[in-house]
């Protein structure tokens, strides 16, 4: 069973400031199945990134999603207000679990 | 718009039993897989379990395989969770969501999601 590691657990930056969010999997994601959400508080997730790289309908440019194997980045170039939130990649594909990691933090410094 | 609603939490006993539903609009249920996904007070999230689009499949978290039994009705586009022998550590909000593509043998990404219902464990 893979496990997503994702670091930093928070991070702290300004509004303008370009935030680097890790995902490191324990063995290697096939197909690149590898998924970002965000969540802001009371809200339920929200899809971001499929497929490591694929921004989802409706999703700014500002994000980004990069990375295969077991090594996986989600880059938001300029911190808006609204991008302050919780971030979760997440493993799918042929096997289960379906593997989320425990998340990252995004907060106003 | 696709739209996901929940049903069916509330407060229960250990080792008592709900049955979540969720109903789903705008888009060809029997298409899609279709996943159960829990998050605990203040925690992350946890996959549950998942159904193929025609029922096929239905797989478990391991934390829950043997309590929990996912199902679904293509004709009256609603999927369903029944959760026996419940323990606190089941309380959590539950998500219903939806896979990004209509694929075969392959889970996908969710790009749907419930509001969420939130179940509660406790004596």
């Known amino acids: 069973e893979i496990v997503l590691t994702q670091s930093p657990g928070t991070l702290s930056l300004s509004p303008g400031e370009r935030a680097t969010l890790s995902c490191r999997a324990s063995?290697?994601?096939?197909?690149?199945?590898l998924a970002w959400y965000q969540q802001k508080p009371g809200q339920a997730p929200r899809l971001l990134i499929y497929?490591?790289?694929t921004r989802a309908t409706g999703i700014p440019d500002r994000f980004s999603g990069s990375g295969s194997g077991t090594d996986f980045t989600l880059t938001i170039t300029r911190l808006e207000p609204e991008d302050f939130a919780v971030y979760f990649c997440?493993?799918?594909?042929?096997?289960?679990?379906?593997?989320f990691g425990g998340g990252t933090k995004v907060e106003i410094k | 718009e696709v739209h996901l609603l929940e049903s069916g939490g509330g407060l229960a006993q250990p080792g008592g039993s709900l049955r979540l539903s969720c109903a789903a609009s705008r888009f060809t249920f029997s298409d899609y897989a279709m996943s159960w996904v829990r998050q605990a007070p203040g925690k992350g999230l946890e996959w549950v379990s998942a159904?193929?689009?025609?029922?096929?499949?239905?797989d478990y978290a391991d934390s829950v395989k043997g309590r929990f039994s996912i199902s679904r009705d293509n004709s009256k586009n609603t999927l369903y969770l029944q959760m026996n022998s419940l323990r606190a550590e089941d309380t959590a909000i539950y998500y219903c969501?939806?896979?990004?593509?209509?694929?075969?043998?392959?889970?996908?990404?969710?790009?749907?999601w419930g509001q969420g219902t939130m179940v509660t464990v406790s004596s």
């Open positions: 063995q290697s994601v096939s197909s690149n199945y």
């Open positions: 497929g490591a790289s």
């Open positions: 159904v193929g689009g025609g029922g096929d499949g239905p």
């Open positions: 969501v939806k896979d990004h593509f209509p694929r075969n043998g392959v889970f996908d990404a969710f790009d749907i």
């Open positions: 997440q493993q799918y594909g042929r096997s289960t679990p379906l593997i």
